[in-house]
């Protein structure tokens, strides 16, 4: 419940803000209008009057516009740094770790290959025995069978 807490007391912070920079623009919004009615009222000075205001609002507009790309350019660039150190070291592990076990790995493939030429070696050489010796080691089953057989009967 708690977590349903913060995400109600988070929203209604956020529809604050925005709620209050809804109201701030439309505050600009009129009084740019009204330096407009002023403008026409007054004639040549409101002419020289809207133009002062034109002219110092383009030079504000150009300061926060000055300062907002100096704070991206700020983010953009610890950003960018903690990314490559963060990816440096990921790379660092992986390829420390990767070399190590590959190393390993290829310790134990080779190995494993050397015994599976060994059995092969001799698998081959006990199935060509095998064979041979098979064919006599049933001849003697049978005649031991039958031997077995005889003294059973006495």
Known sequence: MSDAKKTDKSTDKEKSLLTGIR???HKIWLAGLG??????????EGIRLFENLVKDGEEVQAR?????????EKIKSKTTDRLESRIKQLKDRLSS?????????????????????ALTADRG???????????????????TTSTAKKPAAV
Request: proline share 0%; hydrophobic share 20%; charged share 25%.
């Open 23 to 25: 109201d701030s623009a």
């Open 35 to 44: 330096a407009y009615a002023q403008y026409e009222k007054l004639g040549q």
């Open 64 to 72: 926060t516009q000055n300062k907002v790309d100096e704070v991206k």
């Open 97 to 117: 770790g990767s070399r190590d076990e590959l190393k390993e790995l290829s310790h134990q493939i080779e190995e494993l290959s050397q015994s599976v030429k």
């Open 125 to 143: 050489v006990s199935s060509k025995s095998s064979t041979s010796s098979g064919t006599a080691s049933s001849s003697s089953k049978t005649s």
